[in-house]
């Protein structure tokens, strides 16, 4: 008879974690749909296209690119896409980003950040989300991600993220690449610029760019030729912050093209 109810209890204890699991998954689903709608509501406010999913064109553009942000991880999603073109050609939009990683050794490694020149990975940001998969634990890195197209931009390919305190010290230690600026230590302190043509990076970071860039919290920036992507790491951005974040981008955009002194 006590094995019987036993066997009750952990069929009920079953149940409860089920039913639980579903809850969080609706819930999960409901937060994202809310998103999207909010997200859409906003890309026809300003005059953008909007597709639950980025479109193909776009999204094989930019892993064309070859762009290390979306060469991490597993599972990536490219969504809550909106997009559209400026009256002089150069095309803009934003989208959401994410990618798994497996707990233990290789979510260690996404906070640590780039131990070498070639490692992908950044250093991670607020709001990590965990999901359980049928006993598996795993994390995701999700990124609001503004991207820009423009022939006139020529940009030599680089990449440019938050400096980690301590670690990047010893990475630099042993060789691993940071573009400096003596007439701007702020900037140096805070981010770490690595790129295959130093001098050509230099013309595009020019005093104007930098001063800019120290005037806002730390981003998380790749280029190549007449592509850009801005991000920071792990955050998306709100529905309602969104218009500023677009200006936040053009404002990149105009900045690297024109290259004040």
């Not at 749909?33 to 026809?44: S, T």
């Not at 991880?73 to 095309?91: A, P």
């Not at 906070?111 to 359980?132: M, N, Q």
Request: with cysteine; charged share 25%.
């Amino acid at each position: 008879m006590g094995w019987l109810i036993a066997l009750i209890i952990w069929v009920i204890w079953v149940l409860i974690l089920l039913g639980l699991l579903a809850l969080v998954v609706y819930l999960a689903d409901y937060l994202e749909k809310k998103r999207r709608e909010a997200l859409e509501q906003v890309a026809r406010s300003l005059g953008m296209s909007f597709s639950a999913e980025l479109p193909e064109g776009i999204r094989s553009r930019l892993l064309q690119a070859g762009f290390k942000l979306f060469e991490q991880g597993y599972d990536r999603r490219f969504y809550n896409s909106m997009s559209k073109r400026l009256i002089d050609g150069t095309e803009i939009g934003a989208f959401d980003y994410q990618y798994g990683y497996p707990s233990g050794r290789g979510k260690r490694r996404a906070r640590a950040g780039a131990p070498t020149p070639d490692d992908h990975r950044y250093p991670s940001g607020r709001g990590k989300s965990r999901r359980i998969v049928w006993g598996k634990s795993r994390g995701t890195h999700c990124q609001s991600v503004f991207w820009a197209y423009c022939e006139d931009l020529r940009l030599p390919h680089f990449r440019l993220h938050p400096e980690v305190p301590l670690f990047h010290d010893v990475a630099k230690a042993f060789g691993m690449q940071d573009i400096n600026f003596e007439n701007h230590p702020d900037f140096s302190r805070r981010y770490l610029l690595r790129g295959e043509d130093e001098a050509k990076i230099r013309l595009r970071f020019h005093p104007s760019f930098l001063n800019f860039l120290e005037q806002h919290p730390p981003c998380c920036a790749e280029g190549s030729g007449p592509q850009l992507i801005v991000w920071r790491d792990d955050q998306q951005v709100s529905p309602e912050k969104m218009a500023d974040w677009l200006r936040f981008g053009e404002e990149w955009v105009q900045r690297l093209r024109l290259r004040r002194v």
